[in-house]
C-alpha cells in the first residue's frame, strides 16, 4: 500500500487470484487501480479487457496489454470484478492527450535536465553526417510553417535543383502533399533514397513538377542513369488506386525510372494477422501442429520477409548499383518507413549503435510522420486506424541481429523497452501523429523523452557479442531472406509467459561477464599500481597457487562474483517450480507442499511492467 | 584380408579423373583430381592453402548423375545431410566414377567397414572400449543402495540376444527368475534397471512389452520382480510409449501391456511416440523442406508442419519429462516399454536421466549415458541408420530415432545453455558417427554383435578419439557451471526450435555465428584471465602484509 499513499486510489479488491496463462498455477493478493495503473500495469498497455462468465471460485476478469502481456484476475466478489471492469474501461479512453501519463509522469529531473534529454538527437546533425547539405542536395526552407505538407517536419532536404515552384507542384500531385524529400544519402556512390506518398496519377493526370522533381532527384546522383521507384504496395492495390485518382508513376511519363512494385500488405492485414498469431500462441496446450499451421496461417511470418525482402531490394540498389531510390506507398507514412529505416539500417553501421538506432526512429519514424497516435491506439480512436506497423520494424530488425550477432551495439532488450514505451506513453516522443501536433502538445516543455532514459539504461541494452571491428569490416549487412531465417519472436510475443523461455541466459551470462571484466580490469589497475610502489614483479609471472579452490573463490571480490552466483541459482530453481502441469497426464496428483510458493513481489525486466501482489 | 582388397579393387572402375569440380554451397569451387578408394572419395587440388575433400563412402546416402553434352554432373548426397556436386569431363569416366561410388557405398558386409581398416594417426591415452564398463557403473549404483545386483544371467546373450552380457535386477530375484520372465516379454527383454534416483530411492527401469496376448496371459514372476521396485503402499507408473490403440493392437501378434488387474500397483500411462517407418518418413520430409529453395514463407511452414518433425521431438520430450516428473514429484517407481524397446523405449529413458542427473550432462556422463542407454541397451544402430534421408530405397528398418534423441539433447541444452559440459558441436559429432564413421562404436545392433565381431580389439573407439584434450577443448561448453538440480524443459510449441545446426547446416553460411561463438569464448577466457591476476596480486600483496606488518596497503 505504501506505494500508492500519495497517488489517488480509483479502487481496491481484496483476494483476488491472478492465474499463469500457461498453467494452473495462481497467487493471491490485491488489486489495485490507480488513475494511471493497474497495480502497475499501465492503463495505457491495455488493450482489451474481458469479463468471462462466473465460475465457483469467483468471476475471472482478462485483461490483455499491448505488450503482449496477458493477465487473468479471478475476483471473489462478481459486483467487485465489475467495478474493475467498468473502472477500466473509463480509464482506457482517454479523449485528449493531456490525460495521457507522460503529462503526469515525473522522473524528478529539473527543466534544464529535461531539456537536454531532448536535445539528446539533432536531426540536422544527422544530415550532416551523411554528409548533406552538399552540392547536390540542400535543405529547404518550403515547409517552415508546414504549409506545404503538415505531416511533414519543418526541415527538408532536397536537390539542389528543386525550385519552389518544383517542390510546391510536386506535393499538390502527391497524396497528403507528401512529395519526394532525401531521408538517406549513401555517401560512397552519391545515391540518395528518397520518401513520399502515392501520386494522384489516377489513370492518366500526369504533373510536369512531380516529372521534374523526380528528374532532379535523379540528376543528382552522377553514378547510375536511372533513379528507382520503389512502390512497396502489391500491384493489385495501387491499380484499385487508380479509381480513387490515386495510383502510381507511369514509366512513359517519367524519365529514366525504373519503377518496381514489393508486394508488402496494408495496415488492416497486417493488424488482422498479428490478431491471428496471438490467438494461435495464446492457446493452452497448444499442439505442434496447430502451432506451425497457425504462424502460417497468421501469414505473419510472410509479411515480415516481405518488409525484409524489400530493404534488401533498397540497399542492393543503392550500395551495389548505385541507383538512387524514391520509395512510397500510399501516404508514405507505414511501408515506407519501414523500408526505408530498415534499408538504411543494413546500409550504415551507425543505425545499429545505440544513439544510431535512436536517430534513425527519430528521423523516419517520428519525424517524418508515422502516426503514432493513431497505430498505437494512443486516445479512443477508430479501431481500423490501429495496427503493428512499428512492431513489425522492431521485429525485422529483431531477426537481422539473429544473422548477424555481431553487427548490433544493441541487444534484443533495447528493441523490447522501446516498444514498451511506444505503448506506455510515459514518455512524450511518440505522442500524437506527426510534428506539428507535438510541437503544440508541448510535448518539449511538458513531458520527457525516451531516449535519454534509454541512454541512462545503456549498459542494460549493451549486445556482449557487438564488434565495431565487425562493423568496419561488412558495413553493409546482406541478409539471407530465405524463409528459414525467419523465426517467431517468442521474446516478445511471450515476453511475460515466463515458463516459455529458457531458463539460462546466455545473453545475461556473458553481460554478466563482461561486466566483471569491465570490475577486474580497474581492481587490477589499482593493485598494479600498489604492486608497482611495493616493487612486486607484475601479475604475469604468477606464483605457485598456494590457496585452496575456496580461498580463491573468495577472494575474487564479493561484488564480481555474487550477482552471477544468484542468478543462476534463481534460474535454475524456477525452472524446477513453473513446470507443474505442463506434461499433462498427471495433474491433480500433485502434492502441494512440493510446490514452492512465488515470490510475493513478481518483478519483471523491465521497469514500467512490475506487478506488487 | 587380401581377398576383401581385391573386392574394393574390381568395384573401382576408374580410380582416378583430373579436371574435376567441386561445388559445394558457401565454400569456393575446388578443381583437381578425384581419387577412389576403397573407403574414401577424395579432391585433392594439389596446391597448398585449399581444402582437400576426404568423404567416407559409408557417408553417401545416394547419388544422381546428370549430363550437358560431354560434361557429367554428379551430385553426391551424404547421409550428414550435405549434398555437393561434382563436374568431370567425358562420359565414360563420370559413368565409370558413378557406378564405383554407388557400389562402394552401399557395401552391406560390417567386416569391410572402414572401422576395420583405420589405423589411429593419435595416441590413445584411454581406450574408450574399456571407459564405460557396465562392472563400473554398478560400483556407482553400490554405493548409493544394496538392493540391486548384476546378473550374469545373459552372459552367453542366450536369454536376451538384444542385452549386454551384464543387467542390474533387483536383489532377490535370481537369474532362474529372471529366466521365467525374459520368456514373457519381447525379445526377452526383462525388466532391468535403468537409473538410480539417488534424491529418493525411485527407478526407472525398461523391457519390452509384456507377451500377454489375446488371452491375457500372466506371468506371475514378472509382476512381482517389478513390484519389488515399490515403497510400502506406493504405486508405480508403466509408462507405455505406445497410444493405446496400438498397444490394443498388438495383443494380436502375441505381444500386448500390463493389464491392471494383474499389476493393481501399477498406473499405465499410454504415449504416442512414433514408430521407425513414421519417423524415417518424417525425416525424409523435414530434409526435402530445409532444402527447397522456392523463397515461400507459406510453403516452408507448411512443409515444416508437414513433416511432423518437430511434433515427434515434442512428444518424445513431453514423455521423457512425464517419466522424470513420476520419480522426481511423484516418487514412484516407473517402468517403460513400447513394442521391442529398444527404440523409444530408450529415447525416454536417456532423456529423463539428462533431466533428473547432473552427471549425465558431463562430456563423460553423456558419453556414459550413450554406452548405457543406447549401445548396450541394443539400440539397433546398423540397421537404424543405414540411410539417412536421401535414400532412394524403401526404407526396411531405417529410422532417425538416435537423431531425435539428440534433437532433444540440443532443446535442453538450448533452454539450459549453462548445464552442459558438452556444447552442440558435441552433439552434431555423435549424429555424424552414428551414421558414418572409421570408428567402431556404432557398428552392430547389439552387445552380442559387437562381441561377435571383436570390435574392442579390430576397431578404435570414438570414445578413444573424443577423450583427447585438444578435441575436447571444441566439444566443451565455455559457460557450463555444474548445476546439481533437476532441470524441467519447457515442452510448449514456442520454445521449441529446428535445429539448424544439423538440419540447416548446409544451407546456410555459419560464418557469423561461428564468429559470435569465437567471441563468447573470448570473453569468458579474458574474464577468467583478470580473475586469476587479481587473485594472484592480492595473494602476493596479502603476504607482504603478513612478512612486513610495517607495510600498509592503501
Not at chain 2, 521365467?180 to 519390452?208: I, W
Not at chain 2, 491392471?260 to 526435402?288: F, G, T
Not at chain 2, 553423456?366 to 536421401?390: I, K, N, T, Y
Amino acid at each position: 500500500q505504501k506505494y500508492y499513499h500519495y497517488v489517488h486510489l480509483f479502487l481496491q479488491v481484496e483476494q483476488v487470484r491472478l492465474l499463469d496463462r500457461f498453467s494452473n498455477k495462481s497467487v493471491h493478493g490485491t488489486l489495485y487501480l490507480t488513475a494511471t495503473h493497474l497495480i502497475f500495469i499501465l492503463h495505457h498497455h491495455i488493450a482489451s479487457v474481458e469479463k468471462l462468465s462466473l465460475t465457483t471460485s469467483g468471476c475471472p476478469l482478462v485483461i490483455q496489454c499491448r505488450n503482449f502481456r496477458v493477465v487473468h484476475f479471478v475476483i471473489q466478489r462478481e459486483r467487485d470484478c465489475h467495478d474493475v471492469y467498468s473502472s477500466l474501461l473509463r480509464l482506457l479512453r482517454p479523449v485528449c492527450y493531456e490525460e495521457l501519463y507522460a503529462f503526469s509522469y515525473n522522473p524528478k529531473q529539473n527543466d534544464q535536465q529535461r531539456e537536454e534529454g531532448w536535445q539528446l538527437i539533432d536531426l540536422g546533425a544527422e544530415f550532416e553526417r551523411m554528409g548533406v547539405p552538399c552540392d547536390q542536395w540542400q535543405l529547404t526552407d518550403v515547409n517552415r510553417d508546414y504549409k506545404v505538407c503538415e505531416t511533414y517536419p519543418r526541415d527538408l532536404y532536397v536537390p539542389v535543383t528543386a525550385s519552389k515552384p518544383i517542390i510546391v507542384g510536386s506535393s499538390k500531385f502527391r497524396s497528403k502533399g507528401r512529395f519526394p524529400v532525401l531521408t538517406y544519402f549513401y555517401q560512397e556512390k552519391k545515391a540518395a533514397v528518397c520518401r513520399c506518398s502515392q501520386p494522384l496519377s489516377g489513370f492518366s493526370a500526369r504533373c510536369l513538377e512531380d516529372e521534374s522533381m523526380l528528374q532532379a532527384i535523379s540528376k543528382a546522383n552522377h553514378n547510375s542513369r536511372f533513379l528507382y521507384v520503389m512502390d512497396t504496395r502489391p500491384k493489385l492495390n495501387a491499380l484499385a488506386n487508380r479509381a480513387a485518382g490515386k495510383g502510381y508513376e507511369n514509366e512513359d511519363n517519367y524519365s529514366n525510372i525504373r519503377f518496381q512494385f514489393v508486394g508488402i500488405e496494408n495496415i488492416h492485414v497486417m493488424r488482422s494477422s498479428l490478431q491471428k498469431l496471438l490467438e494461435v500462441t495464446g492457446t493452452r496446450s497448444l499442439s505442434m501442429s496447430d502451432y506451425l499451421v497457425g504462424l502460417e496461417s497468421s501469414g505473419w511470418l510472410r509479411h515480415i520477409k516481405a518488409i525484409v525482402d524489400a530493404a534488401v531490394f533498397l540497399t542492393r540498389a543503392v550500395t551495389v548499383e548505385g541507383a538512387s531510390v524514391l520509395v512510397h506507398c500510399s501516404d508514405g507514412w507505414d511501408r515506407t518507413a519501414q523500408v526505408c529505416a530498415l534499408g538504411a539500417l543494413l546500409m550504415d553501421p551507425y543505425y545499429r549503435t545505440i544513439k544510431g538506432f535512436m536517430v534513425l526512429i527519430e528521423k523516419d519514424w517520428i519525424s517524418f510522420g508515422h502516426k503514432f497516435a493513431d497505430r498505437c491506439d494512443q486516445l479512443d480512436g477508430d479501431p481500423k486506424e490501429v495496427s503493428p506497423i512499428f512492431t513489425q520494424f522492431l521485429e525485422c530488425v529483431w531477426q537481422l541481429t539473429e544473422q548477424f550477432p555481431q553487427a548490433f551495439e544493441f541487444s534484443e532488450w533495447f528493441l523490447l523497452q522501446i516498444h514498451e514505451h511506444v505503448h506506455s506513453c510515459q514518455y512524450g516522443n511518440f505522442l500524437g501523429n506527426n510534428q506539428r501536433q507535438r510541437e503544440e502538445l508541448q510535448l518539449r516543455e511538458r513531458t520527457h523523452s525516451l531516449w535519454a532514459f534509454l541512454m541512462s539504461e545503456k549498459r542494460n541494452h549493451l549486445n556482449p557479442f557487438y564488434s565495431p571491428a565487425y562493423s568496419e569490416a561488412h558495413p553493409v549487412l546482406e541478409p539471407s531472406t530465405l524463409p528459414y531465417h525467419f523465426k517467431f519472436w517468442r521474446s516478445m510475443y511471450h515476453q511475460f509467459d515466463r515458463s516459455m523461455h529458457p531458463r539460462q541466459s546466455i545473453l545475461k551470462t556473458i553481460l554478466t561477464l563482461k561486466e566483471n571484466s569491465r570490475k577486474a580490469e580497474s581492481t587490477l589497475q589499482a593493485l598494479e599500481s600498489v604492486s608497482t610502489l611495493l616493487h612486486i614483479p607484475p601479475a604475469t609471472s604468477r606464483l605457485p597457487h598456494s590457496g585452496s579452490e575456496e580461498d580463491e573463490q573468495e577472494e575474487v571480490g564479493e561484488e564480481a562474483t555474487e550477482s552471477t552466483d544468484t542468478e543462476r541459482t534463481v534460474e535454475g530453481s524456477s525452472g524446477t517450480e513453473s513446470r507443474k502441469q505442463s506434461y499433462g497426464e498427471l495433474e491433480g496428483t500433485y502434492n502441494s507442499d512440493l510446490v514452492k510458493e512465488e515470490p510475493a513481489v513478481v518483478s519483471l525486466e523491465f521497469g514500467v511492467a512490475r506487478m506488487t501482489c | 584380408m587380401s581377398t576383401e582388397i581385391m573386392e574394393f579393387a574390381e568395384l573401382i572402375k576408374t580410380p582416378r579423373v583430373d579436371g574435376v569440380v567441386l561445388h559445394r554451397p558457401f565454400m569456393p569451387t575446388v578443381e583437381g583430381t578425384l581419387c577412389l578408394t576403397g573407403h574414401h572419395l577424395i579432391l585433392s587440388s594439389r596446391q597448398d592453402n585449399t581444402e582437400e575433400l576426404w568423404l567416407l563412402h559409408s557417408n553417401i546416402d545416394s547419388i544422381e548423375k546428370r549430363f550437358v553434352g560431354s560434361l557429367g554432373h554428379i551430385t553426391v548426397k551424404c547421409k550428414d545431410l550435405r549434398v555437393i556436386q561434382l563436374e568431370i569431363t567425358g562420359m565414360e569416366e563420370c559413368l565409370n566414377i558413378a557406378s564405383s561410388i554407388e557400389a562402394l557405398s552401399t557395401l552391406d558386409l560390417v567386416s569391410l567397414m572402414y572401422p576395420f581398416f583405420y589405423r589411429p594417426m593419435f595416441e590413445v591415452i584411454e581406450d574408450g572400449w574399456n571407459s564405460f564398463l557396465p562392472q563400473n557403473a554398478f560400483k556407482d549404483l553400490e554405493s548409493m543402495t544394496d538392493e540391486w545386483r548384476l546378473s550374469e544371467v545373459n552372459k552367453d546373450f542366450s536369454l536376451c540376444p538384444s542385452y549386454p552380457p551384464l543387467v542390474a535386477v533387483p536383489k532377490d530375484f535370481d537369474d532362474e527368475t529372471l529366466k521365467k520372465v525374459a520368456t514373457f516379454r519381447h525379445g526377452g527383454r526383462f525388466p532391468v534397471l535403468s537409473y538410480y534416483h539417488k534424491k529418493n530411492g525411485m527407478v526407472m527401469m525398461r523391457a519390452g512389452q509384456p507377451l500377454t496376448g489375446t488371452n491375457g496371459r500372466r506371468c506371475k514372476e514378472d509382476e512381482k520382480l517389478i513390484n519389488a521396485t515399490l515403497r510400502p503402499g506406493k504405486r508405480g507408473y508403466i509408462i507405455d510409449t505406445r497410444a493405446i490403440n496400438v498397444a490394443q493392437q498388438a495383443k494380436a501378434r502375441g505381444g500386448g501391456f500390463e493389464l491392471e488387474a494383474n499389476y493393481p500397483q501399477w498406473r499405465r500411462i499410454h504415449k504416442a511416440i512414433e514408430r521407425y517407418n513414421v519417423l524415417q518418413e518424417s525425416l525424409i520430409k523435414l530434409v526435402e523442406a530445409c532444402n527447397d529453395q522456392s523463397h515461400s514463407m507459406d510453403r516452408w511452414l507448411s512443409k515444416l508442419e508437414a513433416s511432423n518433425w518437430q511434433t515427434n521431438v515434442k512428444e518424445i520430450l513431453t514423455t521423457a519429462c512425464l517419466a522424470a516428473q513420476c520419480i522426481d514429484r511423484e516418487g514412484a517407481s516407473v517402468l517403460v516399454h513400447g513394442t521391442e524397446g529398444t527404440d523409444s523405449t530408450l529415447q525416454v529413458t536417456s532423456l529423463a536421466q539428462i533431466i533428473l542427473d547432473p552427471g549425465c550432462r558431463t562430456v563423460k556422463g553423456f558419453q556414459s549415458l550413450v554406452e548405457r542407454e543406447w549401445l548396450q541397451a541394443g539400440h539397433p544402430f546398423q540397421q537404424r541408420c543405414a540411410q539417412s534421408a536421401f535414400s532412394n530405397s524403401k526404407p526396411r528398418h531405417e529410422a532417425p530415432v538416435f537423431l531425435l534423441f539428440l534433437d532433444c539433447v540440443w532443446q535442453i541444452l538450448r533452454q539450459f545453455p549453462c548445464s552442459f559440459e558438452f556444447n552442440e558441436s558435441f552433439l552434431v559429432l555423435l549424429f555424424e558417427h552414428a551414421y558414418a564413421s572409421q570408428f567402431g562404436t556404432f557398428l552392430g545392433n547389439s552387445a552380442a554383435e559387437r562381441a561377435r565381431l571383436c570390435l574392442p580389439e579390430k576397431t578404435v573407439s570414438l570414445w578413444s578419439w573424443v577423450n583427447r584434450p585438444q578435441e575436447l577443448e571444441r566439444l566443451t561448453n565455455p559457460l557450463y557451471e555444474p548445476n546439481s538440480l533437476v532441470i524441467w524443459p519447457s515442452v510448449a510449441p514456442q520454445s521449441l526450435l529446428l535445429w539448424e545446426g544439423v538440419f540447416l547446416r548446409w544451407n546456410r553460411s555459419s560464418k557469423c555465428l561461428d564468429e559470435a561463438y569465437e567471441e563468447m569464448v573470448h570473453i569468458i577466457e579474458y574474464n577468467k584471465e583478470l580473475q586469476t591476476k587479481v587473485n594472484s596480486l592480492r595473494r602476493q600483496l596479502a603476504q607482504l602484509e603478513t612478512e612486513d606488518p610495517l607495510l600498509h596497503t592503501p
